[in-house]
């Protein structure tokens, strides 16, 4: 009965492997079918359309950038990531021809028009938004006015005739309603409104609507969803990553990044690193390569030790004995003298002491009066804040968001309705303002004119000067005049002056403003454990979803919704809603009998997006089959008599019983797995 088990069970391993084999030569066939398509579409895409050859730049003794080759290629789409103050503007405003190297050369292929977003818009001469946004002329805008001019001349047919190959070459024939579509996005009404009225972030749409407009090869863009609504950035998120535009992209926005780019560049220590993939790819590669410096590091100080000890030993008389040995040193010593250490931002603040009542909001009500018109900005608002409130706040550029912490913060009194505010709270308010320091002010002054000495949250004080060193301004900085300061250097700084005030009750207006995502990922971490209450606005959709667990929602009209859930949770509910009522719509109106009624499989871009839940849900179901498959591959191992285990060299009938019972369970896992990540990736 035994040899019976087991032939029916080698029976099954046999039949097991060539199933196995079967799936693996087919698996073999689409990899090379794949790599096969990868090449050719990466030999069709490596045109080369700016280069920078060993290019440096320095500022005094510190050299910023030092023999750094880069290059970009038509169709790629790279995010250029790192910290402040290391060089990413300096690098792009060099390859638009804004600033020129120390040393090296930059190539632009010819006939590439390059549109660059800067930070700090310039529009030259031009007065209006309309003038900003047409001072350049398209093709498809001259294919226009030549069309234009040849209707006016009929009997000119090969003219026509042209105008209208013109048209079809540049696709001008859309172009009207691309242009307004662009316009009407970026909330751009008013052409004519002069240029000196609009603020910081409206110049910087009128800029971004310009270059979109105008289609340029290659777009390099300084931050560009800075002072964009969420709706707004999701929108220019899909423009760019369907457009067939070659994009460089300076961003924070973790999630705009993973969404738009193929590819990303860190700019460390004068250096350019690539990676070929997403945000996580680029966070595993970039700590497998700082390991690898670091035992790099740790050998050649070993080495060189040894080596120390065998020059010092040489009499002098022998120095050309062994000369390739002395040159060798020189590189060991070199190596083993690099500083890899990471100097990292700690957030330990103290925060005051919440009393039982924190902030209520009785009917509120607040309108400005716009010429002849009422614009109401909140309609009979009430709301009591508790202990350990996450509250976000959402909606469209100019609903009222920033006039509601000003309320909240007493800077703006309502129209009607009380406001009550606890004994105990200390407001920490970070606004969208520049920060405010006077011209004669080095970094050291901004913050010993609030404290000298700071408390800590584990109770431990330190000086002006040790604090500053821990928010990553060492002492050398310490003296550099506050103008001096990088855009994002500035932005620390201004939050810097917040929390040494030791709040209790954090309003952050769009604080991941030019702030690199290092220090992003320090203030997530340190406002999940703030013990007080969060308010924030942010465009940061990554950032919003980590740290809030409930919405305010502004829609425009004064009503403002309480929405309990994350960015992510809303965006989910609107589009069930939309399903919901395109289902209901569908209900009203049925097809008429006569006509035919067709199944059309639903488009791509109807499917909805993977919720953060669902992502993590894939992102582990991935790693789970890939457990359960070697698994599954040391059990036929073992029922086919190849395994090397040597406790099981001698397997009994029991064996063999055990484990095709198992294999069978992990296939009905396996293919319980496969289904949901077919599911979700669906």
Not at 503 to 518: A, G, R, V, Y
């Amino acid at each position: 009965h035994t040899t019976h088990y087991t032939l029916h069970t080698t029976h099954y391993t046999l039949h097991t492997t060539h199933y196995t084999l079967h799936t693996t030569h087919y698996t073999l066939l689409t990899t090379h079918y794949t790599l096969f398509h990868y090449t050719l579409f990466h030999y069709t895409m490596a045109i080369n359309l700016l280069s920078a050859d060993n290019i440096s730049k320095q500022f005094g003794d510190r050299w910023l950038l030092r023999n750094l080759n880069f290059g970009i290629n038509q169709g790629e789409k790279i995010a250029l990531v790192g910290a402040n103050g290391t060089g990413k503007t300096t690098l792009v405003r060099m390859l638009v021809g804004a600033d020129i190297p120390d040393e090296g050369t930059i190539a632009i292929k010819k006939e590439t028009g390059i549109g660059y977003l800067p930070q700090e818009p310039n529009f030259g001469e031009a007065k209006t938004i309309s003038e900003a946004i047409f001072r350049v002329p398209t093709p498809a805008f001259k294919a226009i006015e030549e069309y234009e001019l040849s209707l006016q001349h009929t009997d000119d047919i090969d003219r026509l005739q042209h105008a209208m190959e013109q048209m079809d070459k540049y696709n001008a024939w859309e172009y009207e309603a691309k242009v307004k579509q662009i316009l009407g996005r970026f909330d751009l009404h008013n052409l004519e409104k002069p240029i000196s009225e609009l603020s910081g972030g409206q110049k910087k749409r009128v800029a971004l609507a310009q270059l979109l407009i105008s289609e340029p090869e290659v777009l390099i863009l300084d931050e560009p969803t800075n002072h964009l609504d969420l709706d707004t950035i999701e929108w220019l998120e899909g423009f760019l990553s369907s457009a067939e535009t070659t994009l460089l992209l300076i961003t924070h926005d973790r999630y705009f990044l993973d969404a738009v780019c193929n590819r990303i560049v860190e700019l460390e220590n004068a250096q350019i690193y690539n990676y070929e993939g997403n945000y996580g790819y680029f966070l595993e590669k970039k700590a497998e390569r700082e390991a690898n410096l670091q035992s790099e590091i740790d050998k050649a100080k070993n080495l060189f030790k040894k080596e120390l000890d065998w020059i010092r030993k040489q009499p002098r008389a022998r120095g050309t004995k062994a000369k390739y040995r002395v040159e060798n040193f020189e590189n060991i010593k070199e190596k083993a003298q690099q500083n890899n250490t990471k100097t990292t931002l700690e957030l330990n603040m103290k925060t005051a002491r919440l009393g039982n009542k924190i902030l209520e909001m009785e009917h509120i009500n607040k309108f400005f009066n716009d010429k002849e018109t009422i614009k109401k900005i909140i309609n009979d608002f009430s709301y009591v804040f508790k202990k350990g409130d996450r509250i976000g706040v959402v909606g469209r550029n100019g609903v009222g968001k920033s006039t509601f912490l000003k309320l909240l913060t007493q800077q703006i009194e309502p129209n009607s309705g009380t406001i009550s505010i606890g004994e105990t709270i200390t407001f920490g308010y970070y606004s969208q303002d520049a920060l405010q320091y006077g011209a004669d002010q080095r970094v050291i002054d901004v913050i010993k004119e609030i404290a000298e000495i700071i408390t800590l949250g584990n109770g431990q004080t330190i000086t002006a000067t040790q604090f500053l060193t821990t928010f990553l301004f060492p002492p050398e900085t310490q003296y550099k005049m506050v103008d001096k300061l990088s855009g994002g250097e500035k932005r620390r700084l201004q939050l810097m002056k917040i929390l040494v005030k030791s709040p209790n009750f954090l309003i952050l207006d769009e604080p991941t403003n030019d702030l690199d995502i290092q220090t992003l990922n320090v203030l997530e971490d340190f406002l999940e454990k703030f013990s007080g209450c969060l308010l924030l606005v942010s465009h940061d959709r990554y950032f919003m979803d980590k740290l809030v667990d409930r919405l305010f929602i502004f829609d425009g009209t004064g009503e403002i919704r309480d929405f309990n859930g994350n960015y992510t949770d809303y965006k989910e509910e609107l589009e069930d809603l939309e399903l919901e009522q395109k289902a209901k719509n569908k209900q009203k109106n049925p097809p008429k009998l006569e006509q035919k009624v067709e199944i059309s499989v639903p488009k791509e871009e109807n499917k909805r997006k993977l919720s953060f839940k669902e992502k993590q849900e894939l992102e582990a179901i991935e790693k789970e089959m890939a457990l359960l498959e070697i698994e599954k591959n040391d059990l036929n191992k073992k029922l086919a008599g190849e395994t090397s285990d040597k406790s099981v060299q001698n397997p009994s009938a029991d064996d063999f019983k055990s484990w095709s019972a198992n294999l069978l369970k992990i296939n009905k896992i396996l293919e319980e797995k496969e289904m949901r990540w077919l599911e979700l990736s669906e």
